[in-house]
């Protein structure tokens, strides 16, 4: 099935932070792939700005190089790659001083269209871009500003943070990034849950009995060492990632598919959240893995800090205080270095209230499994009988839809998440970006936690590289008679 393109007005796009690693690896690569979607319509500006002293070649190069590792070519021809470069623009700009931000302005002069300015910088430089953009007169009612993640640190300068913006934008104007939000399988769990009338009744306390999110990650800290030792994974994934896909999930079908009729409805999840009970939470720190300390150092010499006490990993029992989820548990966990990468969601329902079969024939909850990454998908395990002769023994066997096999052209990725993204800050849709009240009641939740853990002087578990995670977390799981599904591939 080919995906239908939705055709933009030639609109201006400007990277602050253009020539950064974000810029290289996911915003370049996504636009390069619009473009061969025939989705950036001739007349379209795409200027990168930044620190760096490039032309419009040297900006060029950057590009080339950054789209050829990230989206090696097998949607254009080198040819195209080299006419979508043609429509790059680079302005050396000083987001904390006044250089370049008449050229800036020189370039954007004349065409009234939507414009959009991608603030792929450190949150630091978000307020002074966002007042030099007022000005020098380049915002105006028809601009936006797409502000990557993370917003915050805590709920104080989440606060701070969406003040500062909103003293230049109106919130209708501000796109807050969570990439998790651009997946093609999290706006599949929209349309699973409320385009079928399969699954919505049984969607509540009273059919299922828990709920599993993992996100597995096998990379460990990297070179972000210095930002991620300063977060740990309750800010870096818990607080947004984790938390969005738990909104997806948890809330209620709005009236329609509208920006803030869906975010109305996450905002009631977050805030129907208890507080988590310290024994509902295991953290974790990886060890160097055996043998192979080199290549795999643990997580206090990546981050060179032998004694840090923060969190690569995070695994917690969430209860949404509601009517619809009262008494079904949602276990949430989250790690770095573990032993597959793999993003999924459990929907685990309940067992049949009565076996006809007898014991012996034995019973199989029937799991949703909604898989963000690899393999992109929804699997349904359902219970039939063992075959063959001799009596009646029931196995559970999944009914399996890969999305990329259901709705690709032979041999194409899904659209990545950027590609979406930016196309909707483009067309005006706030539905899959976070509002500033979000942001903020997910620091509600979750800056009490974290301040448990200072307050209690607690150090996070040690786990194998490779492993699981700590076994604390098996025990979260194991003490409510569960398990932990799908973190193997
Ligand atoms: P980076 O350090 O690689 O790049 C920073 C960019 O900002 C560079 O282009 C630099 O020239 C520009 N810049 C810095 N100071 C400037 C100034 N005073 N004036 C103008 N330009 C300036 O950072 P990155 O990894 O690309 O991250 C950018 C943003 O995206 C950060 O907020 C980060 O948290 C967020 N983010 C990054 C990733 C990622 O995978 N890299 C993922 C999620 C979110």
Redesign the pocket.
């Known amino acids: 099935m080919v995906s239908r393109v939705i055709p933009v007005e030639a609109f201006d796009l400007v990277i602050?932070?253009?020539?950064?690693?974000?810029?290289?690896?996911?915003i370049l690569p996504a636009l390069f792939r619009r473009y061969c979607a025939g989705q950036l319509p001739e007349g379209s500006r795409i200027l990168?700005?930044?620190?760096?002293d490039l032309d419009r070649a040297g900006y060029a190069d950057f590009a080339r190089a950054a789209i050829r590792e990230h989206a090696p070519g097998r949607h254009c021809e080198d040819g195209s790659l080299e006419a979508f470069l043609k429509r790059l623009d680079y302005v050396a700009?000083?987001?904390?001083?006044e250089s370049?931000w008449a050229a800036l302005a020189g370039r954007l002069a004349g065409g009234d269209r939507v414009r959009a300015f991608y603030?792929?910088?450190?949150?630091g430089?978000f307020g002074?871009?966002a007042q030099r953009l007022r000005r020098h007169g380049l915002a105006g009612a028809d601009s936006r500003i797409v502000v990557?993640?993370?917003f915050g640190h805590d709920l104080e300068s989440a606060r701070a943070l969406n003040a500062t913006l909103a003293a230049q934008f109106d919130e209708g104007q501000i796109y807050r990034?969570d990439?998790y939000l651009g997946k093609e399988t999290v706006q599949n769990l929209m349309a699973v849950r409320f385009g079928n009338m399969l699954f919505e009744p049984l969607w509540n306390s009273q059919y299922v009995d828990h709920i599993q999110i993992t996100v597995a990650e096998t990379v460990g800290v990297g070179g972000?060492g210095e930002?991620y030792d300063r977060a740990g994974a309750m800010r870096d994934m818990m607080q947004n990632h984790l938390m969005q896909l738990l909104c997806l999930i948890a809330m209620e079908p709005p009236a329609k598919f509208e920006p803030d009729e869906v975010r109305d409805e996450k905002v009631k999840v977050i805030k129907a959240l208890d507080p988590v009970a310290p024994h509902h939470i295991v953290r974790g720190q990886y060890e160097a893995r055996e043998g192979d300390a080199e290549a795999h150092p643990s997580y206090r010499e990546a981050v060179d800090d032998p004694r840090s006490t923060t969190e690569s990993y995070v695994a917690l029992k969430a209860h949404v205080s509601n009517w619809r989820w009262a008494g079904t548990p949602f276990y949430l966990r989250t790690g770095k270095r573990l032993v597959a990468r793999s993003s999924v969601i459990n929907v685990v329902f309940k067992d049949a209230p009565h076996s006809i079969f007898g014991a012996e024939a034995g019973r199989h909850a029937n799991v949703l499994s909604i898989r963000l990454q690899p393999n992109e998908g929804i699997t349904l395990r359902v219970t039939i009988k063992e075959p063959g002769p001799g009596g009646m023994r029931l196995v559970d066997v999944p009914l399996d839809m890969s999305f990329a096999e259901a709705l690709g052209p032979e041999g194409e990725d899904p659209p990545d998440a950027y590609e979406r993204l930016i196309m909707d800050g483009i067309r005006g849709n706030q539905t899959l970006f976070m509002r500033g009240d979000e942001v903020e009641a997910a620091w509600a939740w979750t800056d009490p936690i974290i301040a448990g853990w200072q307050a209690r002087g607690e150090a996070p578990k040690p786990y194998d590289s490779g492993s699981t995670g700590p076994r604390d977390a098996d025990l979260l799981m194991e003490r409510d008679g569960r398990k932990w599904r799908g973190i193997n591939p």
């Open positions: 602050f932070g253009g020539t950064g690693d974000l810029a290289g690896r996911k990168g700005a930044a620190r760096a700009v000083d987001a904390c001083g370049g603030f792929s910088v450190g949150p430089l002074d871009l990557e993640k993370p990034i990439h972000r930002y």
